[in-house]
């Protein structure tokens, strides 16, 4: 009869460990989102990752199958939102467009303050190039209240800083 509450108290101890690295996830998480950087990193994929390996596994071994999709959920989740972070996108563009982020995440953090950008917004800044050196024309067509003023913010940012490097 012991045996089996010491299997009973490892599986709970187990189910234990693994939601306090969900707990840890989400402070993971809420630090990128908020400030852009995590104790240092500025790359989370791989903190959010090691976390969710070890939820899982401790799924497997305790066979915790109402825990193991709900980490999947919270796994790609996550990514998604780290990938939509307003940080991600604009990384590692120029000093101006940081400046300029910083400024947007700091500004009346309670209310209006912008921490990810909408699918439209990535779409254009970050996958068709915006943020690059390119000289492209670029024409966006959005609908109301689909971020068009912040893509034309970020695309203003990169002319000022075209203007600055051909000292023209």
């Known amino acids: 009869m012991q045996s089996l509450d010491i299997s009973d108290a ?3 101890a187990l189910e234990l460990i693994g939601l306090y690295h969900l707990a840890k996830v989400a402070e993971i ?3 990128y989102i908020t400030d852009g950087v995590v104790d240092g990193e500025y790359q989370i994929q791989e903190l959010l990752e090691t976390r969710f390996d070890r939820v899982l ?3 497997e071994e305790t066979q915790m199958i109402q825990l193991e999709p709900l980490t999947r959920l919270l796994a790609a989740s996550a990514a998604q939102m780290a990938e939509n972070s307003i940080w991600t996108v604009t990384r590692g563009v120029n000093s101006r467009v940081s400046h300029f982020v910083r400024n947007l995440v700091d500004r009346d ?3 209006k303050a912008i921490f990810d950008v909408l699918p439209p ?3 254009v800044l970050a996958e068709k190039g915006l943020l690059g ?3 492209r024309a670029v ?3 959005l609908p109301t209240s689909s971020g068009k003023t ?3 913010e970020f695309r203003i940012l990169q002319a000022l800083n075209q203007f600055s490097m051909d000292r023209g």
């Open 10 to 12: 490892k599986a709970t």
């Open 57 to 59: 596994a401790i799924c």
């Open 109 to 111: 953090r309670g209310n």
């Open 133 to 135: 050196s390119s000289r």
């Open 121 to 123: 917004q990535r779409r």
């Open 150 to 152: 912040m893509i034309a």
């Open 139 to 141: 024409v966006v067509s």
């Open 29 to 31: 998480l809420a630090h």
